[in-house]
C-alpha cells in the first residue's frame, strides 16, 4: 500500500522494489532453494502476439474477425464453425521443467452451436498433451460466455510435449470452439514451506454471501478448516475481524454470529479478534472445522473498505485466522497507516450473490452462473493466498492477456477516461511479466486492477486483486506486491520493510531505475529510527513512515546489489523467493540469505543500514 502524503518518495521506493527482486541472491540459510522455479511454459497463449509458436491446420485459427469474441485482449483461436465435415488443430510444443512438483494446463473456452440436440455429441473438441486426452467438448457444452477449464499435468515434469486442440465437425449444421487465455504455470512449491511453530497452518475457507441491491450489506455463512502443524497443543483460535476498525464495537461492520465448531469468546483489539475456543485442544496433526453467520456493512467512503458511491471495495472484510507462531499469537492493532495483516496461505471458495448489473472482481479465478430472477453469482477460487478481497458496482471492464499469458482486466468506476483505463491496462500487462520474470511466474490465473481517482491512498494490493489511482508507477508497485506480500508472505506489522522496501525496489527494476546515489540523502531522525522498525514505531512516528520504509528500504537493497554485483542479486532474489514460495520471510532469514551470496562480511552493511533482525 502506499499513501497519498508520501507519494513524493513513492516513486523512488517503488523503484527499488523492482531492483531487490531482480538483484537478490538464490541462497537461504533458513531454506534450500528449490529445484524448480516457478514458470509459464506456453508460449503466445492469449494469441496476442501473432501466430508464432503455434502451428494451425489451416491460416485463420488465430484471428480476431467478427462474430466471436476475445476472453482477454483482441485476438483468440476460433476452431470449426463451418457446418460441414471439417477438422481444425491448433498445436505448441511445450517443456515442462524437471524439479517441479506442481503442473496445471488453464484455458478459457465458449462453445456456441446451430445444432438442436440434447442428447448426440455431433461436433467434438479434444483437448490433448502428449498422447494423453485431457477432456473432450461437444456441442453439447454450448454457453453464453468463456468458461475456464483447468487439469494438473505434473506428470509430465521433464518432458517436452505437444499441447494440442483438435475440433471436428460432422456434415451439417456448426459448432463454433472458441479458445483463448491458454496458460501452463509449474511451481515447485505447491506445500508452503514446513514451519512447526506456525500455526494453525493449511487454512481453507468456504464462503457464501448474498448482497443487497447497492452490493453495500453482504450477508451469509463462512467455514474456517485447519491443522495444528505445532507441537504445542491448540486449544483455541483467533478471527481476525479486521474492518472492525472502520466502526465503532457498538456498530461493527463485521459482525460473526452462531459459531460451530467451538465456543465463541469475547472480542478484543478493539473488536477485530474474536477468540474461539476449540472443544477439545487439537495435538500436532490434528484438524478442525469452524463455522459461522457472517455480516457485512460497507461504509461510505473511497477506502480499502468503504464505497465511493455506487463503487463498493472490500478488502479485509473476511475473517481470516490469527497466527501463533514462536512469539505466541499474533494479535496486533489495525494500522491505517499501512497494513497489520499476517496470515498464511490459504484457499478460499467464496460465492458471491448479487444484482446482475454489478461487476463483481475478486481475488482468484471468476466465474459467473445465473441466480434468481435479476442476479448473478459470481464464484471465485483462489489456492495458497494470504487474503481475499472483491468490488461491487456498474464498473467499465477491459480485459487483455500479458505477452507471458496473464490475463489482466482493469475495472474503473465513472470518471475514469477510457484513454486512462487502457494506460493502466497496458502498465498492469507489463508489470507482471516484469515480476513474473525476475521472481517466478504469477501463479494466481488472472489479475484485477480497480481503479478509482478518488481513493486517499495510493493502491492496495490483495492477492490477484489491487486498488489503484490512474498511477503507472503505483499500479506498477501494487502488482509487485504478488511476491512479496503475497507469493513470498511476512508479517506486516512487525516486519513492514520485508514487503514494501522489496516491493519499491522491484518498481524500480521494472521502470529501469538504478537508484544511483539514493542513500546519498539519508538523513535519520534519530537514534532509534531503523528501516526494520515495526507499525508500532511508525504509527507514533508516522510521517517518516515512507521516508524510511519505502525510501531508505528500496534505497538499501540497492546498496546490497551494489556489494553483491547486479546478476548475484538477481540470483538472490529469485532464488529467495523460490525457496519461500507461499510461505514466510524473516529479517533474519534474509539477511543469512544475502551473506551466503557473498564472501564480504555484510555484518556493517546492515549495521549502517539500520536493519536489525
Known amino acids: ?25 538464490a541462497t537461504s540459510a533458513a531454506a534450500a532453494p528449490a529445484a524448480c522455479t516457478p514458470a509459464q511454459v506456453v508460449a503466445n497463449g492469449g494469441f496476442e502476439s501473432g501466430t508464432s509458436p503455434w502451428t494451425q ?31 481444425d488443430t491448433l498445436s505448441q510444443s511445450v517443456t515442462i521443467p524437471s524439479g517441479c512438483s506442481s503442473a496445471s494446463l488453464t484455458f478459457w473456452l465458449h462453445v456456441d452451436t446451430t445444432e438442436t440436440t440434447t442428447s448426440t455429441k455431433y461436433d467434438k473438441l479434444t483437448a490433448k498433451i502428449g498422447a494423453t486426452t485431457l477432456a473432450t467438448y461437444s456441442n ?3 454457453n453464453t460466455g468463456y468458461v475456464q477449464k483447468t487439469f494438473d499435468v505434473s506428470a509430465f515434469a521433464g518432458q517436452t510435449v505437444n499441447l494440442a486442440f483438435t475440433g471436428t465437425e460432422d456434415s451439417s449444421l456448426k459448432t463454433n470452439f472458441v479458445l483463448d487465455d491458454v496458460a501452463l504455470n509449474t511451481s515447485g512449491g505447491t506445500t508452503p514451506p514446513a514451519d512447526s511453530t506456525r500455526t494453525p497452518a493449511a487454512p481453507a475457507y468456504t464462503v457464501s454471501l448474498s448482497s443487497d441491491a447497492a452490493g453495500t450489506v453482504w450477508t451469509g455463512h463462512q467455514s474456517a478448516s485447519f491443522t495444528n502443524t505445532s507441537a504445542t497443543p491448540l486449544g483455541e483460535v483467533y478471527l481476525r475481524l479486521w474492518d472492525n476498525y472502520h466502526g465503532t464495537c457498538a456498530a461493527m461492520p463485521i459482525v460473526v454470529s452462531n459459531v460451530t465448531g467451538g465456543t465463541a469468546g469475547a472480542l478484543s483489539v478493539n473488536c477485530t479478534a474474536l477468540k474461539i475456543d476449540l472443544p477439545a485442544p487439537l495435538t500436532q496433526g490434528q484438524s478442525a472445522t469452524i463455522g459461522f453467520d457472517l455480516g457485512i456493512t460497507v461504509p461510505s467512503g473511497a477506502d480499502r473498505f468503504g464505497h465511493d458511491g455506487a463503487f463498493s471495495f472490500i478488502g479485509n472484510a473476511l475473517p481470516v485466522l490469527a497466527v501463533r507462531d514462536g512469539a505466541g499469537w499474533h494479535l496486533d492493532p ?34 459467473d452462473t445465473p441466480g434468481t430472477s435479476g442476479r448473478t453469482v459470481t464464484t471465485a477460487t483462489a489456492s495458497k493466498v ?9 464498473f467499465s471492464k477491459i480485459s487483455g492477456t500479458s505477452a507471458a499469458g496473464t490475463p489482466v482486466n482493469v475495472y ?13 491496462l497496458t502498465t498492469a500487462k507489463s508489470a507482471v511479466d516484469a515480476h513474473s520474470a525476475r521472481f517466478g511466474a504469477y501463479p494466481y490465473g488472472e489479475l484485477d486492477a480497480v481503479i478509482d481517482n478518488n481513493f486517499w491512498f495510493g493502491g492496495m494490493e490483495y492477492p490477484g486483486f489491487v486498488l489503484d489511482l490512474v498511477s503507472t508507477t503505483a499500479l506498477t508497485h501494487e502488482i509487485a506486491h504478488q511476491w ?26 521494472a521502470q529501469n531505475k538504478t537508484g544511483a546515489s539514493c542513500w546519498n540523502s539519508v538523513s535519520w531522525a534519530s537514534s532509534a529510527e531503523k528501516i526494520s522498525n515495526s507499525m ?25 546489489r551494489r556489494v553483491l554485483g547486479d546478476t548475484a542479486m538477481a540470483k538472490l532474489l529469485k532464488d529467495y523467493a523460490t525457496s519461500h514460495w507461499y510461505g514466510v520471510s524473516t529479517t533474519a532469514e534474509f539477511k543469512a540469505a544475502a551473506q551466503a551470496a557473498t564472501t564480504t562480511d555484510l555484518t556493517s552493511f546492515w549495521t549502517t543500514h539500520r536493519i536489525d533482525g
Open 1 to 25: 500500500m502506499r499513501a497519498t502524503p508520501h507519494k513524493a518518495l513513492a516513486t523512488s521506493a517503488f523503484a527499488l522494489a523492482a531492483l531487490v527482486a531482480a538483484a537478490l541472491p
Open 57 to 87: 491446420s489451416q491460416t485463420g485459427l488465430i484471428t480476431n474477425r467478427t462474430g466471436q469474441s476475445a476472453h482477454g485482449g483482441t485476438y483468440f483461436a476460433w476452431l470449426n464453425g463451418v457446418g460441414s465435415t471439417h477438422t
Open 140 to 142: 453439447l457444452d454450448k
Open 334 to 367: 489495525y494500522t491505517n497507516n499501512g497494513e497489520s495483516f499476517y496470515s498464511l496461505a490459504a484457499d478460499f471458495s467464496v460465492a458471491l450473490d448479487h444484482p446482475s448489473g454489478l461487476l463483481v472482481p475478486a481475488t482468484g479465478a471468476s466465474v
Open 386 to 394: 494470504r487474503d481475499f478481497a472483491w468490488a461491487a458496482g456498474p
Open 412 to 424: 474503473s468506476v465513472s470518471g475514469i477516461s477510457a484513454a486512462d483505463s487502457q494506460s493502466m
Open 484 to 509: 512479496w506480500y503475497g507469493i513470498v508472505g511476512d508479517d506486516q506489522y512487525n516486519n513492514p520493510w520485508l514487503d514494501e522496501a522489496f516491493t519499491d525496489y522491484a518498481t524500480d527494476l
Open 536 to 560: 508500532a514505531y511508525w504509527d507514533t512516528h508516522s510521517s517518516r513512515y515512507s521516508t524510511v520504509i519505502y525510501g531508505y528500504g528500496k534505497c538499501a537493497l540497492h546498496d546490497l
